[in-house]
């Protein structure tokens, strides 16, 4: 994990493809098994693979209801190299007022008979970098990289 500025960063290199990396962050069924730390449970409310789609998950509270998680809209994909999506913006461009304003750029590119899997997270400024860095970044999003890279191993 890299910190600059008010960004974070971080990879893995995943043993499988980047087509069967891109068809576990396609299909909501396969989201929903690896994108929040178990065992906390994932629910894919929305995967609109589009710019202007929207990305909307959310997970299971201690006390067993569903929260927001993630409400966000994507800028920018192409299958099997690029994601970006931001939590300034939710489905079809309108603004939001995020509890963290961030955008992400979810990076596959093909290594040997794996995946180089890169998350570059930007913030608005570098206190909600550090705030983010501080709530887990690399533990949380290194935990679901793992979870990723697990899931791809068996996936059909």
């Not at 209801?65 to 192409?78: M, Q």
């Not at 690399?138 to 899931?151: N, P």
Request: glycine share 8%.
């Amino acid at each position: 994990m890299t910190a600059v500025n008010n960004e974070l960063s971080i990879s893995r290199l995943i043993n499988a493809a980047p087509s069967e990396v891109w068809k576990a962050w396609s299909k909501p069924e396969h989201l929903a098994r690896w994108w929040i730390p178990h065992p906390i449970e994932c629910k894919v409310v929305k995967l609109d693979l589009r710019p202007a789609g929207g990305f909307e998950t959310r997970m299971r509270g201690g006390d067993g209801d569903f929260k927001p998680h993630v409400e966000a809209c994507f800028l920018d994909i192409v299958p099997e190299q690029r994601l970006v999506w931001t939590t300034t913006l939710a489905e079809g461009w309108r603004p939001t007022e995020p509890w963290l304003a961030l955008t992400a750029i979810i990076t596959f590119a093909a290594e040997g008979n794996g995946t180089h899997y890169s998350a570059r997270v930007m913030h608005k400024n570098a206190a909600d970098s550090r705030k983010h860095e501080e709530m887990g970044f690399q533990e949380g999003w290194g935990t679901t990289i793992d979870q990723l890279a697990a899931f791809v191993e068996h996936l059909e």
